[in-house]
């Protein structure tokens, strides 16, 4: 059984920082493509950026690029998404996601697996 378990989201200052994690579980972890998704309220669900797990090769969205990083941890079976210089826009509730079949996707459809999300809120 596959289980993808976010964890770290919070309240932040504009311009502060926080810490994303995506534990996995039940996945075969050396052919996935790890995204993080955010949803604000009253938005679609956006792609905010993608890890290959084999290569540790990343995609970012175009407006938090240079801000947010994502890396994976293989003892750990976790996917971070570190968050810096957040701003108000950042708000939002966040999501892993795993897909088996695509790299590099943006579109929600192409994920087979996802996390219950974990709130984040940028306060100025």
């Known amino acids: 059984q596959v289980q993808l378990v976010e964890s770290g989201g919070g309240l932040a200052q504009v311009g502060g920082s926080l810490k994303l994690s995506c534990k996995t579980s039940?996945?075969?972890?050396?052919?996935?493509?790890m995204g993080w998704f955010r949803q604000a309220p009253g938005k679609e669900r956006e792609f905010v950026g993608g890890?290959?797990?084999?290569?540790?090769?990343?995609d970012y969205t175009v407006s938090v690029q240079g801000r947010f990083t994502i890396s994976r941890d293989n003892a750990e079976n976790t996917v971070s998404l570190q968050m810096n210089s957040l701003k108000p826009e950042d708000t939002a509730v966040y999501y892993c996601?795993?897909?088996?079949?695509?790299?590099?996707?943006?579109?929600?459809?192409?994920?087979?697996?996802w996390g219950q999300g974990t709130p984040v809120t940028v306060s100025s």
């Open positions: 996601a795993a897909s088996r079949y695509f790299r590099g996707t943006s579109n929600a459809d192409d994920y087979d697996y």
């Open positions: 039940g996945l075969t972890l050396s052919t996935v493509y």
């Open positions: 890890i290959r797990w084999s290569t540790s090769t990343t």
